[in-house]
């Protein structure tokens, strides 16, 4: 079982600029496709965006152009830096490694602890 440490979550005015990182154990990091989720108060769980093993992205309509995903397979880390951040944005964020199939990403039941983004004046 992956073990996935979330952080980097703050308060953040509109308009401001996080970036969360996702560190990953194991040996098996460079072998997993990963994603960032979030769940705001009251909704389900909702994919932000994911990275494959080789590097290919994808993102909701939602953040496109503002949250950008990356990873660094030397030290097991995926991130998410976050610009031109919206009051909407606000919710825990978890990564998460899953399984493509088909340009779809269905994620894995490991989870780690999650870090709090709130965007507010």
């Known amino acids: 079982q992956v073990q996935l440490v979330e952080s980097g979550g703050g308060l953040v005015q509109p308009g401001g600029s996080l970036r969360l990182s996702c560190a990953s154990s194991?040996?098996?990091?460079?072998?997993?496709?990963m994603a960032w989720y979030r769940q705001a108060p009251g909704k389900q769980r909702e994919l932000v965006a994911f990275i494959t093993t080789d590097g290919s992205t994808n993102y909701a309509d939602s953040v496109k152009g503002r949250l950008t995903i990356s990873r660094d397979n030397a030290k097991n880390t995926v991130y998410l830096q976050m610009n031109n951040l919206r009051p909407e944005d606000t919710a825990v964020y978890y990564c998460?490694?899953?399984?493509?199939?088909?340009?779809?990403?269905?994620?894995?039941?490991?989870w780690g602890q999650g870090t709090q983004v709130t965007v507010s004046s």
């Open positions: 194991g040996s098996i990091f460079r072998f997993s496709n």
């Open positions: 998460n490694a899953g399984t493509m199939s088909s340009g779809r990403y269905y994620p894995d039941d490991d």
